[in-house]
């Protein structure tokens, strides 16, 4: 059998598995066009390349040539962008098939796929939850072993958060280790492509294939690839540190359990743990919602109906045509942090808002570094304070859907590399534990968490 007729034997079978995974809502894509494209793709791929084959499912705020680009939104139905972004132009190069683009929040903005304007994902084993947000399409196509790898975008834990509650694994990589060219912005000092995967090792090379410098991005550090490290033996050497900030008296008592289970295999493993503290981490989730909408609505200024998407017509003029198409385009969601953002870039509230958040960005960077230079190699935490919560339980408190963002949105304000592994199950859901590593480390945090993945009881009750 020649490589090619192999390639396309695995773009047929991801398709099929892609089609059974219907009933989730994850793939945007219609499954015709779908299937389609994928023999194509498999047809034409270069052989050789280290992702040979592979099918990776794409979030739906990533440019790609293949299929539309809708970011979730009605604001850019029918939107096809003229070039791959730059992460998925390495896939292609790697040989990967680009295997459809994935529900997703408004163009990012939630943590549970509902505020889609294509209706909700489903969590992949308990129809009445959600897989978490706003990635949610790619953890649960993911999830359910349609495919073995997907691409997320991160501006506050839209991969860690999903890969948790849909027991998978998620990679967020450092600020700059991957090029943004391509992805649609959110918020731009936030910003990353992250992957998922089913096994640290999927998901690890990846992210390897899509790291690297691009004269496209000038924010994407001119560094060479990501190189994967080997499986270690133990941990011996490593210092962990537990911020006692992330374990608060309220933490959902099977997420401690199964949190407290992993710090026990990693000090088993040979790991030194330590308590430590990061005193600014109750702010992160308030600055987290000042700087996130304000980069929004200037982001988001450029969808006015006339460069992208459908143009919602009728207006005597130009004022009014923008106000038509923002105001039917954009979602309620999203409206809100447009008018968030404005609020707090306003002048006479920019000093009290805007400016105090960046200041208080600074103070949670310094946390980790004063952690970081005392010898702790790794931070561990719960990735959620709970596991998936059922759909429309916190649609009405757009607050509470916030807070589900408590222990991941920090990573992004400081921009250092996290994920998320699987480590139990409580009541048949999933738990994610969480590392944070030092910036441009992902190699140290890969090396704990292929150590901690293969003694921790991942599909276990903790
Ligand atoms: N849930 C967060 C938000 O709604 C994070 C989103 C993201 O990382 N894209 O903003």
Do not use: W
């Not at 899509?210 to 490290?229: F, H, N, Q, V």
Request: net charge positive; aromatic share 8%.
């Amino acid at each position: 059998m020649t490589e090619a007729t192999d390639a396309v034997q695995s773009a047929r079978a991801a398709a099929d598995r892609i089609a059974k995974a219907k009933r989730l809502n994850a793939l945007l894509t219609p499954i015709k066009e779908l299937r389609k494209s994928l023999v194509q793709q498999a047809q034409t791929v270069h052989p050789g390349g280290v992702l040979y084959g592979m099918p990776v499912a794409i979030k739906d705020n990533i440019c790609t040539l293949e299929f539309e680009t809708s970011c979730g939104s009605k604001i850019l139905e029918g939107y096809r962008s003229p070039f791959d972004a730059t992460a998925v132009a390495k896939l292609k190069a790697a040989g990967a098939l680009v295997a459809g683009k994935t529900n997703c929040d408004e163009f990012g903005m939630g943590s549970s796929t509902e505020h889609s304007a294509y209706g909700r994902t489903i969590h992949p084993t308990e129809k009445t939850r959600v897989p978490g947000g706003s990635s949610g399409g790619s953890a649960a196509l993911v999830a359910a072993g349609a495919v073995p790898a997907a691409l997320g975008s991160e501006t506050g834990g839209s991969v860690r958060q999903p890969a948790s509650f849909c027991g998978i694994v998620g990679i967020k990589p450092t600020y700059g280790r991957v090029s943004r060219y391509g992805l649609v912005a959110f918020g731009s000092s936030l910003d990353q492509i992250g992957v998922f995967g089913r096994s640290v090792h999927d998901a690890a090379r990846v992210l390897s294939v899509i790291s690297g410098r691009d004269p496209k991005d000038a924010t994407c550090e001119g560094r060479d690839p990501l190189r994967l490290p080997t499986v270690p033996e133990n941990l011996d050497g490593f210092v962990i540190g537990i911020p006692k900030e992330y374990f608060p008296p309220d933490l959902d008592p099977g997420v401690r359990r199964a949190c407290e289970r992993a710090i026990r295999v990693l000090k088993e493993l040979g790991a030194a743990v330590r308590e430590v503290s990061l005193p600014h981490t109750p702010y992160a989730v308030p600055t987290y919602y000042i700087v996130a909408p304000a980069e929004a609505s200037s982001n988001l200024a450029r969808y006015d109906g006339v460069r992208y998407g459908p143009r919602f017509d009728g207006a005597p003029d130009v004022a009014a045509l923008y106000r038509s198409t923002r105001g039917q385009g954009f979602g309620a969601e999203v409206r809100r942090r447009i008018l968030i953002g404005t609020y707090v870039l306003s002048s006479g509230y920019y000093d009290a808002y805007y400016r105090k958040a960046q200041q208080v960005r600074a103070l949670l960077a310094q946390d980790f570094r004063n952690v970081f230079d005392r010898g702790v190699d790794l931070v561990f935490t719960p990735t959620t304070p709970t596991t998936a919560f059922k759909a429309g339980e916190k649609l009405a408190d757009p607050v509470q859907m916030y807070l589900s963002d408590i222990f991941v949105c920090t990573a992004n304000l400081v921009g250092l590399p996290a994920m998320s592994v699987p480590i139990g199950r409580v009541k048949g859901l999933p738990v994610g534990g969480q590392f944070i590593g030092q910036t441009f480390l992902e190699d140290e945090m890969l090396e704990a968490a292929y150590a901690l993945e293969r003694a921790v009881p991942a599909v276990e009750e903790a």
